[in-house]
C-alpha cells in the first residue's frame, strides 16, 4: 500500500500546546520505516502549514469558538491534502494534532467517496457545537460539524453541505458526553458503543454489530479517527483530556486490527498525542507500537 503521511502540528482545537508537537516527535521514532517495515511505500507529505496566532486574540472571529478562523484555514488545507491523496490511489494517514483536524480528514475523504463511513474511536464524542459547547474547544465539534451540524464555518468546510450521514457514523469508546452531546445522539439516533457496552458486550461483539450495520448501509469506505484517549489515562499519560476507565492496550489493538483487515478503512487519522504531557516517552511509545500493530494488519 502507498501511504501518504500528513503531519497537522495543531493545538489551537484542545487550547493546550503539545499536540502541535506530536507529528515531528513520531518522525523522530522513526514512524516511517515502522510504516515502511510493514510493506508499505511511505511518502512523507510534510506538516500541514498552522500559522502563528497570539493567545489573545483565540476568540477574534467568534466569541464562542476559539481559534475559529485558523482552524477552518488548516482544516481546509487538509481535506484537499487528503483528497488529493485518495486520487493518486493512496492512503491518507494523517497524524495530530488535537481532534479538530478529523473534520478536514472527513471532508477531503467525502469529497473522494460517497456514502462514507465514519468509525470515531474517542472518549468523547465530539459532537458539540457553538451552541452547547462548555469549553469553547472546536476539537469537541468535529464530527458534529461533518454531520453538518453546527456554525456554517464548520458545517461548510472545504465543500458546501453536509459531509457524512447521522446514520454512517459509529463511535467507540465514548464516557465523557455533554448535556447537548447526549440529546443530539438520542435525537439523531447515533451509533455510539461506550466503554460501558465494551465492557458489557466485549469488543469483538460490537465490532461484528458494526460492520453488520456498514454493509447493510452500502458503505464501501471508512474513515477511521483514533483519539488516543479511547485508552485508560493509566496507559497514556500523554494526552490532554484523559477520561477513567478507557479501554485496555488489547481492545484497542483489536479495533484496529478489525477494521485494517476488513479493507474498508481508505483514510486514518491518529490524534491527541501530547508529548509535553507524557513521562518519558511512555505514551509515545505505545502509539508507536499502535501504528505498527494498524499497518501490520494492513496487508
Known amino acids: 500500500m502507498n501511504v501518504n503521511l500528513i503531519g497537522v502540528p495543531l493545538f489551537y482545537g484542545c487550547d493546550r500546546e503539545g499536540a502541535n508537537l ?10 516511517i520505516q515502522v510504516i515502511n517495515d510493514n510493506n508499505h511505500k511511505t511518502y512523507d507529505c510534510g506538516n500541514i502549514y498552522v500559522p502563528e496566532v497570539n493567545v489573545c486574540e483565540k476568540y477574534a472571529h467568534n466569541p464562542k469558538m476559539k481559534y475559529l478562523k485558523p482552524i477552518v484555514d488548516v ?3 487538509l481535506a484537499d491534502e487528503v483528497y488529493k491523496t485518495l486520487s493518486q490511489g493512496h492512503f491518507p494517514f494523517i497524524i495530530g494534532g488535537d481532534h479538530s483536524i478529523g473534520l478536514g480528514s ?5 469529497k473522494y467517496y460517497n456514502n462514507l463511513g465514519v468509525i470515531w474511536v474517542d472518549a468523547h464524542g465530539d459532537i458539540n457545537t457553538h451552541e452547547t459547547t462548555e ?7 468535529p464530527l458534529a460539524s461533518a454531520m453538518g451540524i453546527g456554525p456554517s464555518e464548520l458545517t461548510n468546510l472545504y465543500y458546501s453541505g453536509r459531509k457524512i450521514k447521522p446514520e454512517n457514523v459509529f463511535i467507540i469508546g465514548a464516557r465523557d458526553l455533554d448535556k447537548g452531546e447526549l440529546e443530539l ?4 439516533k447515533l451509533n455510539v458503543y461506550s466503554t460501558k457496552a465494551v465492557r458489557n458486550m466485549g469488543i469483538e461483539a460490537i465490532l461484528k454489530e ?3 450495520k456498514i454493509s447493510m448501509q452500502g458503505i464501501k469506505a471508512v474513515h477511521l479517527s483514533f483519539d488516543i484517549d479511547c485508552l485508560d ?3 497514556v499519560p500523554g494526552t490532554g483530556t484523559p477520561v477513567l ?3 485496555s492496550i488489547e481492545e484497542a489493538k483489536i479495533v484496529l486490527q478489525k477494521l485494517a483487515e476488513s479493507k474498508l478503512v481508505k483514510s486514518m487519522d491518529l490524534v491527541e498525542l501530547n508529548t509535553l504531557l507524557d513521562k518519558g516517552d511512555t505514551t509515545t511509545s505505545l502509539v508507536m507500537d499502535l501504528i505498527d500493530w494498524t499497518f501490520k494488519h494492513f496487508n
Open 210 to 212: 458494526v460492520m453488520n
Open 245 to 247: 476507565d478507557g479501554m
Open 106 to 110: 472527513i471532508c477531503g475523504a467525502s
Open 135 to 141: 469549553s469553547g474547544n472546536i476539537h469537541g465539534m
Open 75 to 77: 482544516n481546509t488545507s
Open 233 to 235: 489515562p493509566n496507559l
Open 185 to 188: 445522539i438520542k435525537e439523531l
Open 22 to 31: 506530536a507529528p515531528d516527535k513520531l518522525r523522530e521514532k522513526n514512524v
